[in-house]
Nanobody, 125 residues
Framework: VQLQASGGGLVQPGGSLRLSCAVSGFTLDRPAIGWFREAPGKEREAVACLSTNNDIWYYPDFVKGRFTISRDNAKNTVYLQMNSLNSEDTAVYYC???????????????????WGQGTQVTVSS
């Protein structure tokens, strides 16, 4: 199983970025996907999660209305559209995948078995 995250970069406050996570190697069920971020000096936190059947989404309050997670099944790719970015969104963003993740644990990094390498997002003028 491999996850390849991309799309990070430098963006001005108020700008947008779309992160991609190419997922390969899952031979059975489509995995649940989580996007997490880790900023210097801060704990890793979930920013968006999507269930196996694409029917349950999770967004923490600090990204609601700004971030959107979606999946293109044909391309085996999951996206994180980020709008209205601010300096507090600066972090390394990771995608993670796993099977059998129940709703109550979707925001916990330990629930996911596979992780991408991370992509840096810097919001600065």
């Amino acid at each position: 199983v491999q996850l390849q995250a991309s799309g990070g970069g430098l963006v001005q406050p108020g700008g947008s970025l779309r992160l991609s996570c190419a997922v390969s190697g899952f031979t059975l069920d489509r995995p649940a996907i989580g996007w997490f971020r880790e900023a210097p000096g801060k704990e890793r936190e979930a920013v968006a999660c999507l269930s196996t059947n694409n029917d349950i989404w999770y967004y923490p309050d600090f990204v609601k209305g700004r971030f959107t997670i979606s999946r293109d099944n044909a391309k085996n790719t999951v996206y994180l559209q980020m709008n209205s970015l601010n300096s507090e969104d600066t972090a390394v963003y990771y995608c993670a995948a796993g099977n059998g993740i129940i709703m109550s644990t979707m925001t916990e990094g330990t629930a996911y078995d596979y992780w991408g390498q991370g992509t840096q997002v810097t919001v600065s003028s």
